[in-house]
C-alpha cells in the first residue's frame, strides 16, 4: 500500500484538473481500487486548488487504465521529468549504483612516492563530483603513497559520448546565455560545469568592484 501510494504522489508531479474518470473496469485488483480511492481523495485536496493537474494511470501488469484525471490535457512538464529519469535510472541501473570516478596509473611507484609513469583520472559521469570531493581523491592519493608524479596527468570522460547537450537544448539562445541549470552533459565534470562570480562593491565610490571565483578551481 505504501509503494501504491508513493506512485500515486510521483505521478502527482506529472501534474492539471478537470472531470474525474475512474476505470470501470471489474478486474481491477484490491490494489487497484485502493489506489483509485487515495488519488480521487488526493485531487479533491485543497492545496491542489488552482493548480493545474493532469493524472493517467496505467497498470503495468494488464495494461488497463486504473485512473484518469484531465488525462488529455497537453501539459509542460519542465521538472517533472526528472521522476521519469530517476524512475528510468532506478530501473535500468537499480538502486546499488554508485557513479564511480576511477584513478589509474601506467608506470612504477618508487620507495620515495614516485610515479613513474601516467596517472589517469577516469569520469563515470558522477554528477555530484565537486571541488571538495576533487580534493578528498587527491588526498586518497597522497595516503596511497604517491607525492610526485613522473609522467603525465590526464583525464578520461569517454565514458559517455561527446554530444554535451541535450537534444532541444542547444538553441542559440541557450547557449548565448549558459544558464547555470544547463550546464554541457560530461563523464567528467567538475562543479556541474559551471562557475560562481561573486562581485562586490569597491573601497570607494568610482573603484572597480571585486570579482572573485566563489570556488578558485
Known sequence: MAML??????????????????????????????????LKALMKDRALRGAKVAVHVVSQNSGEEVFAYNADAEMTPASTMKVVTAAAALKTLGPSYRF????????????????????????????????????????????????????????????FDTDYALPGWNKREDLEKGPSYFPS?????????????????????????????????
Open 5 to 38: 501510494y508513493l506512485r500515486s504522489l510521483l505521478l502527482l508531479c506529472l501534474i492539471n484538473l478537470s472531470p474525474l474518470a475512474l476505470a470501470a473496469n471489474a478486474d481491477l485488483s484490491d490494489g487497484e481500487r485502493a489506489l483509485q480511492a487515495e
Open 100 to 159: 564511480r570516478t576511477e584513478v589509474l596509473k601506467t608506470g612504477t611507484l618508487d620507495g620515495l612516492g614516485v610515479l613513474k609513469g601516467n596517472l589517469y583520472i577516469r569520469g563515470g559521469g558522477d554528477p555530484t563530483l565537486v571541488v571538495e570531493k576533487l580534493w578528498k581523491l587527491t588526498y586518497d592519493l597522497k595516503l596511497q603513497g604517491v607525492t610526485v608524479i613522473d609522467g603525465d596527468l590526464l583525464f578520461d570522460e569517454g565514458f
Open 185 to 217: 552533459i560530461s563523464a567528467l565534470s567538475l562543479n556541474f560545469n559551471t562557475i560562481a562570480i561573486m562581485v562586490g562593491p569597491g573601497s570607494e565610490i568610482g573603484a572597480p568592484a571585486r570579482v572573485v571565483l566563489e570556488t578558485p578551481a
